[in-house]
Nanobody, 118 residues
Framework: QVQLVESGGGLVQPGGSLRLSCAASGFTFSSYAMSWYRQAPGKERELVAFITSAGSTNYADSMKGQFTISRDNAKNTVYLQMNSLKPEDTAVYYC????????????WGQGTQVTVSS
């Protein structure tokens, strides 16, 4: 049974930092590309960051330099380090796993809430 469990969200003041974690199970984590998305109230879900099975990373243009995605294949976990947080970063953050030759295997976590407010 595939599971993606996000954690690390919460309330943080503007300028603060958070590290999100996504623990994976039920599939060969090291073979999957992992990504973080977010969805703010009233907005569409958007890509935040992406990391391939080989460790190459890519970021949404607006988030380059602010967020860092990483993975630990020994722990089957992907991380999102978020710095200099702003109120507009408030959203539910989701973890996504994609695998297979055509990325036909596609799994989502349940999301973790991040609220940036003073």
């Amino acid at each position: 049974q595939v599971q993606l469990v996000e954690s690390g969200g919460g309330l943080v003041q503007p300028g603060g930092s958070l590290r999100l974690s996504c623990a994976a199970s039920g599939f060969t984590f090291s073979s999957y590309a992992m990504s973080w998305y977010r969805q703010a109230p009233g907005k569409e879900r958007e890509l935040v960051a992406f990391i391939t099975s080989a460790g190459s990373t890519n970021y949404a243009d607006s988030m380059k330099g602010q967020f860092t995605i990483s993975r630990d294949n020994a722990k089957n976990t992907v991380y999102l380090q978020m710095n200099s947080l702003k109120p507009e970063d408030t959203a539910v953050y989701y973890c996504r796993a994609r695998g297979g030759r055509s990325y036909q295997f596609d799994y989502w976590g349940q999301g973790t809430q991040v609220t940036v407010s003073s």
